[in-house]
């Protein structure tokens, strides 16, 4: 199945500098009882953005009209918790591209990937800094460059360098999933199981 | 140079490893339930493709079920119509299901282990973060999301990245009125809910070794609430024990073949760990969360850490889930009036569980300030509770004994605690609106548990034995 084709995206930020982020937030269970993939960011952090009304709470950040960014800057260990792929699911229904923390929770961040979605690891003073930036700024514009590996403040900032296993960076720049190649290996999945298992 | 319990199993099951790739894992025993698969079916049937194993894959529904008039249709359109889903899934691809009603029917990390699906030396997934709970006989298992789920559906196999190794040793011997959840919930408030994040974990020491299965399970299942991909622990006779003569453990000459081949998976002597962390069983207390992720326990006696005692980093959350709970920093939780005591969850509600709840509560009655909900983990223990005339020690003692299911642990079905009230949990998880909107949640042991019950606030279960 292919995917969008990931290279390099430059767009505005919306911070949320909570820590430990866990997946019960960023979509409750209550909302997890659709069986589509589509449809769940109308529930991105539901608790934190509607009163129990249903009323949007002017203090959040995802209320705010002006933010429009499609990169999402969190604080450290976002998505622990829940193994829920759902949460990947709203946040990328909701538009964002790219995630930046200085940790993510595992699950999660193997669930972003299978989305199409870019988790970013950065130094924790790095993450500072980017919440400072966006606090002088908040219409500041990040550059997120793949296929380079690394992000960049506009204009000019200081290129910070990024990890990303290269596999996984090859199938979001051509929008492979991993289903695509595990199909292709089916046969010789067969026989190593009737090797292991035999009778 | 020697290899870790983890290494052995791993290393049996790659399928395919080449340089740059994640491994490809081999996956022999798939579990599944309602809430995590319906889009990994629908992604088959776009692609016109079946279940590529299908004896390897067992079905139950959990986290949708209510836990009253089970026999009845589900109240709840939503609920309802994902599990009615489940079961169209499974008749569609050719999959058992353990559906309502079934004997077998559970929590899945219940039911994996008690029927003896679960053995020593298997690799073991399931779209659900507590399949690290598997880990206790022996095993590699871990969560994953539905993505991966279609992945193994499809093709039994996953890739993966083979993850740092940590030994977690826990030595000497446990106080009276401690038992493994102060353990776990110990561990997990020294090296806070990130700590285990990119390592899987092996629990050892002699603390362990002492600990019965359905104990083992308990720690291994919480793994994911300091991070870990997963936990395991070596086998041994208490898991040959265990297993031997369930449903589906191997049976006669069988089984002696698999026990001999069992004895070899314990990590070697010289094997080497990634980090090792050791804790001294004697220092643990009943513990008892206060804040809004698992790492945020303390000692029952002990304190709320004052914001002083926080790191200047984390103040900001530490306040706002302190708000969130309505609790001041500094102050003690003993004592601390609560609205609900829940006995249940993947985490705590085995036949032991309520055993231990059972025994300290015959005789006694629950605080009238309080509700008591007990939520057995299957059928099958709900079955054996009965046996036992563990029921009517709970009502007895005032405390409902409710049908099996999820239930109050995540507040996905009927069961939720309401808005902005307290709720004393053996459940995992802690998260704002967890177990409801607004509902503040402590996690403790099933003994501290029982405590409350009966004090209607939280209490020092030593006291009181």
């Known amino acids: ?199 | 140079m020697g290899r870790t319990l983890f290494d052995k199993i791993w290393d049996a099951h790659v399928v395919k490893s080449q340089e740059g790739f994640p491994d490809v894992l081999f996956i022999d025993t798939h579990f599944i339930h309602e809430v995590t698969s319906p889009q990994a079916f629908n992604g088959l049937r776009s692609r016109g493709i079946g279940v590529f194993m299908p004896d390897r894959t067992r079905a139950t529904v959990d986290h949708n079920v209510p836990t009253l008039d089970q026999d009845k249709p589900i109240k709840e359109a939503m609920s309802r119509f994902q599990v009615d889903t489940m079961t169209r899934n499974c008749r569609d691809f050719g999959l058992e299901l353990y559906g309502l009603g079934h004997p077998y029917q559970g929590i899945v990390h219940v039911i994996g282990p008690e029927l003896g699906i679960t053995q020593p030396g298997m690799t073991i997934v399931c779209g659900d973060s507590h399949t690290s709970t598997h880990g206790a006989l022996g095993t590699i298992a871990f969560g994953i999301g539905t993505s991966e789920v279609e992945q193994v559906l499809a093709t039994q196999c996953l890739l993966q990245q083979k993850p740092k190794r940590m030994q977690i040793r826990i030595d000497g011997r446990l106080r009276q009125g401690v038992v493994s959840k102060d353990i776990i919930l110990h561990i997990i408030s020294r090296i806070s809910s990130s700590g285990g994040t990119g390592f899987f974990v092996e629990y050892a020491g002699d603390a362990i070794r002492a600990l019965s299965m359905e104990a083992r399970m308990t720690i291994c299942n919480m793994s994911i609430e300091m991070g870990a991909r997963g936990g395991m622990i070596a086998p041994d006779d208490t898991t040959y024990n265990y297993l031997s003569g369930r449903p589906f453990a191997p049976k006669g000459a069988a089984w002696d073949q698999a026990v001999a081949a069992w004895r070899r998976l314990p990590s070697d002597e010289d094997a080497e760990f990634d980090r090792t962390l050791q804790f001294d069983a004697a220092g643990i207390e009943p513990m008892v969360t206060y804040g809004t992720n698992p790492g945020m326990g303390i000692g029952v006696t002990g304190h709320i850490p004052t914001l002083e005692e926080v790191e200047p980093s984390e103040r900001n959350s530490f306040s706002k889930s302190l708000d969130y709970m309505a609790l001041q920093p500094g102050s003690r939780l003993l004592g601390k009036k609560l609205d609900y005591v829940f006995i249940g969850s993947c985490t705590n509600s085995r036949i032991e569980d309520l055993r231990m709840v059972a025994e300290f509560v015959r005789g006694k009655k629950k605080a009238e300030n309080l509700e008591v909900w007990i939520v057995p983990g299957s059928k099958q223990v709900e079955k054996q509770a009965i046996q036992e005339g563990l029921d009517q020690v709970f009502s007895a003692a005032g405390f409902s004994l409710r049908g099996p299911g999820c239930s109050a642990c995540l507040g996905m079905n009927e069961d939720k605690i309401p808005a902005g009230k307290y709720c004393l949990s053996t459940s995992n998880r802690n998260f704002e609106g967890r177990q409801g909107p607004q509902a503040r949640t402590f996690l403790a042991s099933p003994l501290t548990a029982a405590a409350a019950a009966v004090t209607g606030c939280i209490s020092d279960v030593r006291e009181m034995i």
């Open chain 1, 1 to 199: 199945m292919n995917r969008k084709e990931f290279k390099r995206m430059v767009s505005a930020m919306v911070p949320l500098p909570a820590e430990n982020v866990d997946t019960d937030q960023i979509i409750p269970a209550r909302f997890l009882k659709s069986t589509t993939r589509t449809g769940f960011g109308e529930n991105l952090f539901r608790d934190w953005r509607y009163d129990a009304e249903g009323n949007p709470r002017k203090d959040f950040i995802l209320n705010d009209p002006s933010r429009t960014g499609k990169i999402l800057v969190a604080g450290k260990n976002f998505g622990c918790g829940s193994s829920r792929e759902h949460a990947a699911w709203a946040i990328a229904d909701y538009g964002f591209a790219v995630l930046i923390s200085s940790f993510f929770g595992d699950i999660f961040k193997n669930n972003a990937l299978n989305n199409g979605i870019l988790p970013i690891q950065v130094p924790d003073a790095y993450l500072r800094f980017l919440f400072g930036e966006i606090a002088r700024d908040p219409g500041v514009e990040l550059a997120a460059d793949l296929e380079h590996q690394f992000i960049q403040v506009l204009p000019g900032g200081d290129q910070q360098p990024f990890d990303i296993n290269p596999y996984k960076k090859s199938c979001l720049i051509n929008g492979y999933d991993d289903l695509d190649y595990l199909l292709s290996l089916r046969p010789e999945i067969g026989r190593f199981e009737a090797a292991r298992y035999p009778g």
